[in-house]
């Protein structure tokens, strides 16, 4: 059970970080290519991981004095609890309006993780996300892995795709990999490949085409395969986070995917 929790809380954090993220502004080569912070809360993936979160039965009232009493004795400061309270001070109830839920806009609106993305690439763990092999990273020879799909709604036009570490680099969001220009009629990449006709992005480095590197021992990556109804047409070398938003403000449908990488 608590597993299963795990992998839904898991599943929450990668949407959230995947089709809203945090962070904003530009990127550049001179700090990594990291793009400046700014909060996403309103951002169409921000209301899919709220969507998901409500969808649990939380209430949203504040409680109750018998709640917070647990049900029986005195809650009127300085007077001693009856026969059967608890004993100790009475708990204030807490103020403040009730969190709002999620709309009926907001909901309809929301990003949602429809298309099916894999990678033939990835190889089986022993829990938590698919693992990417060595040769995928700049510890070997640093090539993109093979990335197959399914699902793209007719009238698609263009096909966008992101990889980025789940956990920020200095507050801020980091781009391994943003790619536009792919046809919808395409339903997978080769490794270390890309289609005729594939834009490049400039990743968080500073530097166009893909790259895994982690600082550390190891990290989790989301990769994200957009459908958009119209094409963006952005340049070679475009500003990833500032086509993200505008994907985000036009595409419904996405597919996720997360690999880890441990260094051995």
Not at 118 to 145: F, H, K, M, R, W
Not at 230 to 245: D, V
Request: contains cysteine; negative net charge; charged residues 15%.
């Amino acid at each position: 059970m608590k597993s299963a929790s795990a992998r839904v809380l898991l599943a929450l954090a990668l949407a959230a970080l995947a089709l809203g993220g945090c962070g904003g502004g530009s990127s550049d080569s001179s700090s990594a290519g990291s793009s400046s912070s700014e909060a996403t809360s309103s951002d169409t993936a921000g209301t899919t991981a709220s969507s998901a979160a409500n969808s649990g039965g939380a209430g949203t009232g504040a409680p109750s004095a018998t709640d917070v009493t647990g049900g029986g004795g005195s809650t009127v400061p300085g007077e001693q609890p009856s026969a059967g309270g608890k004993h100790g001070p009475p708990i204030s109830q807490p103020k403040g309006a009730p969190e709002p839920g999620i709309t009926p806009q907001q909901r309809r609106e929301a990003t949602v993780a429809s298309m099916a993305l894999q990678s033939p690439s990835s190889q089986s763990s022993s829990g938590g996300p698919q693992a990417l092999p060595a040769q995928y990273t700049c510890d070997g020879e640093g090539t993109s892995p093979a990335l197959r799909w399914q699902g793209v709604p007719q009238g698609s036009a263009e096909l966008v795709l992101f990889a980025m570490n789940t956990r920020p680099v200095g507050g801020e969001l980091f781009f391994d990999w943003a790619v536009a220009g792919l046809s919808p009629e395409l339903e997978e990449i080769e490794a270390g490949k890309l289609p005729k006709g594939a834009v490049v992005g400039r990743n968080s480095f500073g530097r166009a085409g893909y790259e895994i590197c982690p600082e550390g021992s190891g990290e989790t990556y989301v990769f994200v395969l957009f459908a958009l109804p119209k094409s963006l047409s952005p340049s070679q070398g475009f500003e990833p986070l500032a086509l993200r938003k505008a994907v985000a403000e036009v595409s419904g449908n996405a597919g996720l995917l997360a690999l880890s990488y441990a260094r051995g």
